[in-house]
């Protein structure tokens, strides 16, 4: 057997296992799981750029290292928070117009149960069923309520029905947020209490962050559904170019300093 044989061999072996009756099971039952992933992801984005930008601004300005730790920290605290909180008030809008949208969904099917019906009539028929298959379809679905309010949110509204905490949305965000946005610091940190193990801080955090920027792209890949070389070379140049940019008003304005 080749090797491309016996790659497509164990692919097929691997999908008819993943395909079986209790593999579907346990794979459709986590489908409404809420994944925080996301939050982290961004908040580190965030995090790394936003915090090497205050330090790209005051290398450009030519200020004390101290001047880095005490708006670094600033920005890390008051920026992290901001960021927490309107994640927070974000998600929790979009869970109140889901139970508001429910609400309505449940009052409609008791005022007029039968243009409810006829909405899932249409919504079924416009993925290709049909006669009696299709009224099969709608006496099912209506006859359970819950199910029937379900699929309305779903496919009228558009609404996903993963129930994602508010709290823990906002809390990943700004742990995320903290911890990547750190990197840049690190140097700067060692330098406060006694450990100069570089002379050159601003080229330590630069290298720090510039993997930390490719390293926080290529998880973001997940989600973008592209190649993790390109995320975290793509992450790594807005990163750098926000960075630039900062650098470079720091440097007009140094003047005023």
């Known amino acids: 057997m080749t090797d491309s044989?016996?790659?497509?061999?164990?692919?097929?072996?691997?999908?008819?296992?993943?395909?079986?009756?209790?593999?579907?099971?346990?794979?459709?039952?986590q489908q409404h799981q809420p994944s925080y992933l996301k939050d982290f992801v961004y908040g580190a984005i965030d995090g790394a750029v936003t915090t090497f930008a205050?330090?790209?601004?005051?290398a450009g300005a030519g200020l004390s290292p101290n001047v880095v730790l005490i708006l670094g920290v600033a920005n890390l605290v008051g920026d992290g928070f901001s960021m927490a909180a309107g994640n927070f008030m974000g998600t929790r809008a979009e869970q109140e117009q889901l139970a508001m949208l429910r609400l309505m969904e449940e009052q409609h099917i008791e005022v007029n149960p039968e243009g409810e019906r006829e909405e899932i009539r249409q919504i079924f028929q416009s993925k290709g069923f049909d006669g009696e298959l299709l009224e099969q379809v709608v006496d099912v679905i209506t006859a359970d309520e819950h199910q029937w309010v379900e699929i309305m949110l779903q496919e009228e509204h558009g609404m996903s029905l993963v129930r994602i905490s508010p709290f823990k949305a906002a809390a990943t965000t700004f742990f995320a947020f903290f911890g990547v946005g750190l990197i840049p610091l690190l140097p700067f940190l060692g330098v406060l209490i006694g450990v100069d193990f570089s002379s050159h801080p601003y080229l330590i955090s630069t290298l720090l962050t510039a993997v930390a920027f490719f390293m926080v792209g290529a998880a973001k890949s997940q989600f973008?559904?592209?190649?993790?070389?390109?995320?975290?070379?793509?992450?790594?140049?807005?990163?750098?170019?926000?960075?630039?940019?900062?650098?470079?008003c720091g440097n007009l304005l140094s003047g005023f300093a």
Request: zero cysteines; proline letters at 2%.
């Open 224 to 248: 973008v559904g592209r190649h993790w070389l390109y995320s975290g070379m793509e992450t790594l140049l807005v990163g750098g170019l926000a960075a630039g940019l900062a650098f470079l």
């Open 5 to 29: 044989e016996s790659s497509q061999t164990n692919v097929a072996r691997t999908l008819e296992h993943s395909h079986s009756p209790h593999s579907i099971a346990k794979r459709l039952s």
């Open 54 to 58: 205050v330090v790209s601004g005051v």
